[in-house]
């Protein structure tokens, strides 16, 4: 499998990087045959899927106390496999057809704690660890471009997931988080 990446230095400890890499994903055992499941079928003509996929992004600590990682992807997915409904509580795995996903991801953290120790000269966040919120954001846009579902989405390809909380960490003796995630409605068959 081919896979190209690179990076590049901004300084101030930030970096812009890109990669574009192929994906394989093998006939799995369950795809070929179902043990818990007596209606499932053996699929006819089931083919592996592939995938290419590019992203580019910045990510960087321009702070002791502020942390961020911001990117664009895209997958394009080939032979994407789902389970096709055969009536009558039949199933089959199926090749679905080509679908493209492509979006934005970001996220940052802040050290509060750091924040005041660079604000106030202090120096707590050697004492009691850092404290601070983080969150992060998807944007997914995700369509079957050919094959049986033409037009559709994709099963569990949600336009957005948002995810935000409070972390803790105690150097590397003890870390918490309190989290909170958002995911947009999306359909569980690739049929919708």
Known sequence: LFGLGM?????KENEFYANLSQGY???????LANPTSNAQRAPKDFEESRTWNYEAGFRGQPAPWFLYDTSVFFTDYDNYAENLSLGGGNFERSNSGRALFGGWEAMAEVDTIGFWDKLKGTGLGEKIG????YGNIQLLDAKFVNGANKGKVPAYAPEYVVKWGLAYHLRKIFHASLSSVFVAD????DSN
């Open 130 to 133: 850092s404290l601070g919120p």
């Open 25 to 31: 994903r093998p006939k799995a055992y369950d795809d």
């Open 7 to 11: 990076g590049f230095d901004l300084g």
């Open 186 to 189: 999306h359909y569980w068959q």
